[in-house]
């Protein structure tokens, strides 16, 4: 047993250390980025790893599960975020880079149907207010520590409609699985970010979208993590970001300048 | 001939089933029949020299020879790899997932004695076979072959041709006797028949409810009979 | 390379150092715990079993926290590797692995069980000592148990998704696992990956059932 333990263990070691293909790129960044944003940053992420020849890597979760992983110490080099609360959870943990916190764009809330409602129903929803009419049942939304559920909550409340719709609210783990209950007609409307709606533009409608009176503004919020080893590369990746042809890029894709 | 020196209790925790067993004697013999009506305690004597019962129910000592196999008062407890206690049960206990050959030299002397056993025993023709693919009787006689290939002191049989058709039984207790005194290797032999023991053993033991109730040479017990 | 082959690649990294690992550690504590008794066995047995239990996503946070730069198993990674161990491939083998451990432990246990004390004492009568009778007769007979369970659990770590998300993150072609890949094309929008993901796992879960019940199946051990 004592001869053959060493083996495995050396074996065993061999084995997990093969690292992965990209892994081995120096230099690369590891950017963290909220769900809503996947295919806009990765395009941008495209687009520098051209012109600075370095790699990013992007790893698309919750912005809140991304602050838990953050705060648990995972090698992010640069994290985004869909709300500035979520951003000051990090901040508070001393996480991050002096100087490097950044509010790169904007977005809005857009209160989508299934397509199919749209089609057979004469009376469809135009305002806020359909929502209390007992046609829609279930109405679903990010959960209340995700950016989009507390934005969501945030703007029924100021129409004054949080509390009665309250039983009807069905909680999803972030945007796109409301998305995804929508598109499957699972539940009769739900929010998400305008941006959102191109994915599931045949199986959804907009009924309604937000503007700067409805809520609070949605504010996308960027920053280099202080021990990141590569803060230089880090900086340069939050600047194109919101350079003047990534924030184009942004706009193309319905998100809105600030 | 070799010098037996038993002298242990056993108790069962069982609460509702207990059962206690107690031995003191010691003799010489080559071959030494143990016999008695079931539940007397047969098996379970030859079960505690081989060491498959559990040592926190034995309280005693064992002396083979002039080996300590086991005493309780000095904290001597031989692992049943070392007592060089070969032993045939009533179910042979063959390894499934190996042929005749294979099990005969799980751990022979020698290879040579693989076969030359083989023959003797007229087992040559079975020899790649898989035991589920032998008889019952068959099977003891590997058993059988398989215990005297070992390096032992002793050899333990219990019951092993209870099983078969008396035909066979007759067949193989003979081929057992002679092979045992040509060998000269001291055997334990259980059984509740009295032709089995007369025939083969020369020292006895009676058991009866867990105490040995008479022991010395068969020829002196002169009510043998089956039990 | 496509983003199918690339997931696939990830998976069968990450279920192969977790199946693996499981086998090296449980199939010896199988063995323990099914010969031997001790007082609080049952306290033992029960916590082995928990991740069993336990919603994946509760995992991944009691994980999240060992595999953090302060935590034991991000301790230990670091000092072997010299790298952090929060989202890399081998923390979603990690999370596979407390994931599928009690499975294959249940499966080894009870190909231990089956195998009749009364062979394993004949064996060591015959001079095997615990060790030789262990490799010569126990582990031939358990084997095809041992085997079946060993799949079994491979077929869970592939399709671990909820503690992996929380500790190995979703990076395309590191640690984006066929189960996380579905997800995250879902979440695109992007349903043909999606289902090419899905057919690719399915047919990998299924090769990995139905070879693990044909070793199940063949196992009997016929008391000779």
């Given at each position: 047993?004592r ?14 250390l093969i690292p ?5 790129l120096?230099g690369?960044l ?11 940053i ?7 790893s051209?012109e600075n020849?370095s790699s ?5 979760a ?6 838990q992983q ?9 994290v985004i975020t869909?709300?500035d ?5 990090i901040a508070?943990?001393?996480l ?8 790169i764009i904007?977005?809005r809330?857009a ?7 749209v089609?057979?129903?004469?009376a469809?929803?135009?305002s806020?207010?359909?929502l209390?009419?007992p046609?829609?049942r ?8 995700v ?12 129409h ?17 699985a409301?998305l995804?209950?929508?598109s499957?007609g699972?539940?009769d ?21 937000s503007?700067?009176?409805d809520?609070?503004p949605?504010?996308?919020?960027a920053?280099?993590?202080s021990?990141s ?18 924030l184009?890029l ?6 809105r300048?600030l | ?7 242990f209790d ?14 003191n ?13 079931s ?6 004597v030859t ?17 083979l020879?002039?080996?300590v196999?086991?005493d ?22 063959l390894?499934?997932?190996l042929?005749v ?19 003797e ?8 076979k898989?035991p ?6 068959e099977?003891q006689l590997v058993a059988l072959?398989?215990?005297l290939?070992v ?13 078969l058709?008396?035909?066979?039984r007759?067949q193989?207790?003979g ?5 045992l ?8 032999y259980?059984s509740h028949?009295?032709?089995?023991i007369?025939g ?17 040479p068969t ?9 | 390379?496509?983003v199918v ?12 150092l977790?199946t693996?690992?499981v086998?090296i ?10 010969r ?15 991740p069993l239990t ?9 994980l999240l926290?060992l595999m ?16 952090p ?5 081998q923390?979603?083998?990690v999370?596979?692995?407390?994931i599928s ?17 009364r062979?394993?004492?004949m ?6 000592s615990?060790?030789r ?8 007979l358990?084997?095809r ?13 592939l ?8 500790v ?8 984006e696992?066929l ?7 879902v979440?695109?929008?992007d349903?043909?990956?999606?289902w090419?993901?899905?057919?690719v796992?399915?047919?990998l879960a299924i090769?990995?059932t139905?070879?693990?019940r044909?070793l199940?199946?063949?196992s ?5």
């Open positions: 047993m001869v053959v333990f060493p083996q495995v263990y050396k074996l065993f070691l061999l084995l997990a992965s293909a990209s892994q081995a120096a690369g590891l950017v963290g980025v909220p769900v809503s944003m996947t295919e806009v990765q395009a941008a992420a495209d687009k520098f051209e020849s990013v890597r992007l790893s698309a919750a912005s809140s599960t991304l602050a953050a705060l648990a110490g995972a090698p992010f080099d640069v869909a709300d609360l979520t951003m000051d959870k508070a943990a001393g991050i880079a002096a100087g490097s916190r950044r509010r904007g977005n809330l209160l989508i149907v299934p397509r199919a409602v089609n057979n129903h004469a469809t929803i135009t806020l207010r359909d209390l009419s046609r829609i279930r109405i679903a939304i990010a959960e209340k520590t950016p989009a559920g507390h934005y969501g909550r945030a703007l029924l409340a100021k004054e409609i949080l509390e009665p719709l309250r039983t009807k609210l069905v909680s999803a783990t972030h945007v796109r409301v995804a209950l929508v499957s699972a539940v409307a739900g929010f998400v970010y305008v941006t959102d709606v191109p994915i599931a533009r045949s199986k959804v409608a907009i009924a309604y979208t503007d700067d009176s809520s609070e949605i504010h996308y919020e920053a280099a993590l021990r080893p590569n803060l230089s590369t880090a900086s340069a990746f939050i600047n194109h970001l919101t350079s003047p042809s990534n184009k942004f706009e193309l894709r319905g998100f300048r | 001939m070799i010098c037996f020196d038993m002298y056993y108790q069962t925790s069982d609460k509702q089933k207990s059962f206690s067993l107690s031995m004697l010691s003799w010489q013999g080559h071959i030494t029949g143990i016999y008695g009506p539940g007397s305690g047969k098996s379970t079960e505690i020299l081989l060491g498959l019962k559990d040592k926190l129910l034995v309280c005693g000592r064992f002396n020879g002039d080996r196999i086991f309780t008062e000095r904290s001597t407890w031989l692992p049943r790899s070392r007592r060089e206690i070969a032993w045939v049960p009533q179910d042979s206990l390894l499934p997932h042929t050959a294979a099990n005969l030299a799980v751990n022979a002397f020698s290879t040579s004695n693989v076969a030359s056993i083989a023959s025993f007229g087992l040559t023709a079975l020899m790649s898989k589920s693919q032998l008889s019952g009787g099977k072959a398989r215990a290939l390096p032992s002191q002793l050899i333990i049989l219990d019951e092993p041709f209870s099983a058709d008396t035909r066979r007759d193989y207790l081929l057992l006797k002679t092979t005194q040509s060998r000269g290797t001291p055997a334990l259980v028949r009295a032709d089995e007369k083969l053993c020369d020292h006895l033991l009676v058991m009866g409810e867990g105490k040995v109730q008479w022991h010395g020829t002196a017990w002169s009510t043998l009979t089956d039990l | 390379m496509s082959m690339l997931s696939v690649i990830v998976s069968l990294k990450v279920a192969l977790a693996l690992v086998v550690l449980a199939t010896p504590l199988a063995w323990y715990l099914t031997r008794n001790f007082t609080g066995k049952f306290l033992v047995e029960g916590i082995l079993l928990l336990l919603p994946p996503v509760a995992i991944g946070l009691m926290m953090s730069p302060r935590g034991i198993l991000g301790r230990f990674w670091l000092a072997v590797s010299d790298k161990l929060l989202l890399s491939w923390a979603a083998a999370a596979a692995m407390v451990f009690p499975l294959y432990l249940k499966a080894a246990m009870e190909s231990f069980a089956s195998v009749p004390q062979l394993e004492s064996a060591e009568t015959m001079g095997l615990p060790w009778c262990w490799w010569k007769v126990t582990l031939p358990a084997a148990g041992l085997g079946a369970g060993a799949l079994l659990a491979a077929a869970r770590a399709g671990e998704f909820g503690a992996t998300t929380m190995a993150g979703s990076i395309p072609g590191e640690t696992t189960a996380v890949g579905i997800y995250n094309s979440m695109n929008g349903e043909y990956t999606a090419s993901l899905a057919t796992s399915l047919i090769i990995a139905i070879a693990s044909s199940s199946h063949y009997a051990i016929r008391a000779v």
